[in-house]
């Protein structure tokens, strides 16, 4: 019965540990937590400067657009007024280019009824030229709308560059069309001022349209991006639930770059402005510090880990100490008694001093029968010499404990496989040996289990033929064997034909199932006990025939090919039969003192199956290299 005390000092080291594993938990579990806040607090700022800077550009193409929308009021307001003569429009043509004082502004252009140019900014020649096709001219025509058109991005027919337009409508007297007043503004303008914000390698600075229509992004001097429809990404899909400005995270349509952003509608004109930063820019400070912060807290977890573990340890062994020293003091019977392992002491003559009741169920016979008796008594004759000398060394003192493992008698179940673990005992008095304690344990299914292991490791999973190690082997023992005794060693090298374009046709599971099948066959050809069948690698195999000469050696191989023939396995990769074939390889040799080794019989098989190949496969060739074979073989 366990008390309370020594429960009490079996759970200290598990105390301990669990105080360890807490505090390194507790330390990793707050240095997540805090570069998670960091991260977030990276991204709150990168929000805030996205912000700002949305502020700034909306504010920026506000000012631009107010001033083109004050420049076509006054225009149209003038026209209106003094109408659109000949002399109204010469005079016009020397005002405006006096209207073009900012770098804002493109081109200021009017047009009559009919999209006919009547006056503009550039020094062209407009005589032939009409917009009547553009789309904000057909809007004015068709609409009374008086107010500013900001209209999509176009190329400008007079130079070409993209451009945005801001147009009015001009009315006669009588309210009917009479032309439109326009104004261009560089889609450039927008790019080089958007250039002068840091947003990142990867971040970008864009005026939009309410429809989604790109009018202008940073880095686009090209203007690959200009004119875009956007209409269909989400931001705008929810327009009219989101509020006038937000942050907004996206993945970019236009270049596949997951973004932070902000963006703001104008509360006067039709447009909105996103500036975004690079999710990964933002956060690259931070991974990089985060590496830095993290790999510190783990060598600190590490090292207390460590530490802690030693700590343990300690705590553990002494523990073992006490309890062992405790252990010393119990009566060595009631120990024994409980050991579900047949626990022994054997005397200075070998005989059995005690026995534990296990050894009833372990051997099937009781301690009554045993007691008196020879110690080696039951153990298999050819482990006794071993068992004896072992006990004998350690009742000379030569050692002080041996492990080993032998057959012992069952007493009905015949030979079993058991341990023994031995250590001498001394008298309490006088410190001399007075005999062994051993502790036998039933290893029989251990054996068992190891044996099928050592199986295992010679045999190929796929085909149950030997593996590649095994023949190696074997190979090595026949060729010695057969130099020793003066016969001939036979090799057959066989090769599925156009094995890949099997699996690539029919699948792999079907190229197993055609291994499997060749390796019966294999397997019934390989009859002698010295014969070895193997799989000798992917879908190359061998057969070794010992003491077997060049004609038993085709005439195997030949039947190994027909048989498989025989099964019909479809392979229509494999013309012209349109069957799974093999391509055999066959070498025989007369191992002598002159001969190398083994391998000139595996290159000339080599060889052989080469030749095969080469010559129309399925079908068997001998090689001429180490015993002529006759042509009509092959």
Not at 9 to 16: D, E, S
Not at 62 to 89: K, N, S, W, Y
Not at 155 to 183: C, E, H, M, N, Y
Not at 187 to 216: C, H, Q, T, W
Request: glycine letters at 6%; hydrophobic letters at 40%.
């Amino acid at each position: 019965m366990v008390t309370s005390r020594e429960l009490g000092k079996t759970r200290l080291p598990l105390w301990a540990a669990g105080f360890v594993v807490l505090i390194c938990v507790t330390i990793l579990g707050l240095s997540a937590w805090r570069e998670w806040e960091t991260r977030n607090a990276d991204l709150r700022n990168a929000e805030i400067d996205m912000a700002n800077l949305a502020h700034s550009l909306i504010q920026h193409a506000d000012d631009t657009f107010e001033l083109a929308d004050t420049i076509l009021v006054g225009l149209v307001h003038r026209l209106e007024l003094d109408g659109m003569g000949p002399d109204t429009i010469e005079k016009l043509q020397t005002y405006l280019p006096t209207r073009k004082s900012s770098d804002r502004i493109r081109g200021i252009f009017v047009y009559d009824e009919t999209g006919r140019w009547l006056a503009t900014t550039e020094q062209i020649d407009f005589s032939r030229l009409n917009n009547s096709d553009r789309e904000y001219f057909q809007r004015h025509r068709d609409s009374p709308e008086k107010g500013t058109l900001i209209g999509r991005p176009i190329k400008s027919r007079a130079g070409g560059q993209w451009i945005i337009t801001a147009s009015r409508r001009i009315d006669r007297p009588d309210g009917s069309f009479a032309g439109v007043a326009l104004l261009t503004i560089d889609v450039a303008y927008f790019v080089k001022f958007y250039e002068r914000f840091d947003v990142g390698p990867n971040g970008s600075a864009s005026l939009l349209n309410n429809d989604g229509i790109m009018l202008a992004r940073s880095r686009d001097e090209s203007g690959v991006f200009v004119g875009r429809d956007l209409s269909k990404a989400p931001l705008f899909r929810e327009w009219k639930k989101r509020p006038v400005a937000a942050v907004y995270y996206f993945k970019s349509p236009l270049d596949g770059v997951q973004r932070l952003s902000y963006y703001q509608r104008s509360s006067r004109y039709p447009l909105m402005v996103l500036a975004s930063k690079s999710q990964d820019d933002v956060l690259t400070p931070w991974r990089r510090a985060a590496v830095t912060r993290v790999t510190f807290v783990l060598g600190l977890v590490l090292l207390i880990a460590v530490i802690g573990y030693y700590l343990v340890r300690q705590l553990s062994q002494r523990q073992r100490m006490a309890q062992a020293l405790a252990a010393n003091e119990a009566h060595f019977r009631l120990l024994a008694e409980q050991s579900s392992d047949m626990v022994t002491r054997i005397g200075l003559d070998n005989r059995l001093l005690y026995v534990s009741p296990s050894c009833q169920r372990m051997i099937g016979w009781s301690p009554d029968e045993l007691l008196g008796k020879s110690a080696v008594a039951g153990i298999h004759e050819e482990d006794m010499e071993r068992v004896e000398q072992a006990i004998t060394a350690l009742k000379n003192g030569e050692a002080e404990e041996a492990r080993f493992v032998y057959r012992q008698r069952h007493r009905e179940n015949g030979d079993i496989w058991v341990e023994a673990a031995l250590h001498v005992t001394r008298a309490s008095d006088s410190g001399e040996i007075d005999g062994v304690v051993a502790v036998v344990r039933d290893m029989t299914e251990q054996k068992d289990l190891q044996d099928k292991l050592a199986a295992l490791a010679t045999t190929d999973g796929l085909t149950g033929l030997a593996n590649r190690r095994t023949f190696d082997e074997r190979l090595t023992d026949e060729w010695a064997r057969a130099r020793r005794d003066g016969t001939q060693l036979s090799l057959l090298l066989i090769d599925v034909d156009h094995f890949k374009k099997f699996n690539d046709h029919y699948g792999h599971l079907a190229g197993d199932g055609c291994l499997r099948a060749l390796s019966r066959i294999l397997s019934a050809h390989a009859r002698r006990p010295a014969d070895l069948a193997a799989r000798y690698g992917g879908e190359e195999f061998a057969v070794l025939l010992p003491d077997t000469g060049p004609d038993g050696c085709a005439e195997v191989g030949e039947a190994i090919r027909q048989a498989l023939r025989d099964l019909a396995m479809l392979h229509a990769q494999n013309p012209p039969s349109r069957l799974v074939t093999v391509s055999v390889g066959a070498a025989a040799s007369l191992p002598s003192e002159t001969t190398a080794d083994a391998s000139t019989l595996v290159a000339a098989a080599d060889r052989a199956l080469y030749a095969a190949k080469d010559n129309g496969r399925d079908r068997l060739v001998m090689s001429g290299q180490v015993v002529p074979w006759p042509a009509k073989t092959a």
